[in-house]
């Protein structure tokens, strides 16, 4: 029996997304971030991090987003329908690069992104031009060079391809695409610069399998 605990707006949507393309079936368990925005502490009574997202295997714990795929392929991909095949040596490197590349490198510059928005937001009046002025220099020191670079790098990517693995769809797409919802938030990414990054993403909004998520765990947004 599998069990996923999904925190809104969160990782956890990849998981009933990737449900949702195997068609098996699953309990799901929703729950809502804090004011802090942090996940409930009930979810350190189901694993000890309090992350999601957290899939229970017959009341086994499993985390880390890049796992949970890894393990539900390997166990109810039977056709290996959402992986390429390992001897389809492009396609495979492919999809265990992008797969990695979301949660190591380009998700914690997303997450150190919105660590010093909150930062700014719940600053004291008195010093919040200081924890601004200290934001932008991260923001523009760090932060916006590197994912300039990785967005390139993407978009490259998916210029030569309909997908981050090539031809077919794949769990290094549903791995990739919380990054690329949170980098179109706000003003948007350049329609022109980055097109065919967001013609990737309405093809994946497009699939059935991701409309039942949205429709089951709610749209994720920034
Ligand atoms: N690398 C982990 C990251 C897990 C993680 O940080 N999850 C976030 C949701 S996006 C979370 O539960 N945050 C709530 C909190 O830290 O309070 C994964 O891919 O599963």
Not at 7 to 28: A, G, H, K, M
Not at 107 to 134: A, C, D, Q, Y
Not at 180 to 187: L, P
Request: with cysteine; hydrophobic share 40%.
């Amino acid at each position: 029996m599998l069990h996923l605990h999904h925190l809104e707006n969160s990782r956890s949507f990849r998981i009933i997304w990737l449900l949702e393309e195997l068609n098996v079936d699953y309990q799901l368990t929703s729950y809502q971030r804090n004011k802090e925005f942090r996940a409930p502490e009930s979810l350190k009574q189901i694993h000890p991090l309090g992350h999601t997202p957290i899939l229970e295997v017959n009341d086994r714990p499993l985390v880390e987003s890049g796992f949970i795929i890894e393990y539900l392929l390997k166990h109810y991909d039977k056709e290996q329908k959402f992986k390429p095949a390992d001897d389809n040596e492009e396609a495979w490197e492919a999809y265990t690069f992008w797969l990695h590349f979301a949660e190591a490198s380009i998700m914690p510059l997303l997450v150190m992104r919105l660590v010093f928005t909150k930062v700014v937001e719940k600053s004291p009046l008195l010093i919040k031009p200081v924890s601004k002025s200290i934001h932008k220099q991260v923001e523009n020191n760090m932060i916006n060079s590197s994912l300039t670079k990785m967005l390139t790098m993407m978009e490259q990517q998916l210029q030569d391809n309909h997908w981050f693995a090539g031809d077919t769809f794949s769990a290094a797409d549903i791995q990739m695409h919380l990054a690329v919802v949170a980098t179109n938030a706000g003003e948007g990414l350049d329609k022109v610069k980055y097109a065919n990054i967001l013609i990737w993403l309405k093809r994946c909004q497009e699939r059935e399998a991701f409309k039942r998520a949205e429709a089951k765990g709610g749209s994720i947004q920034f």
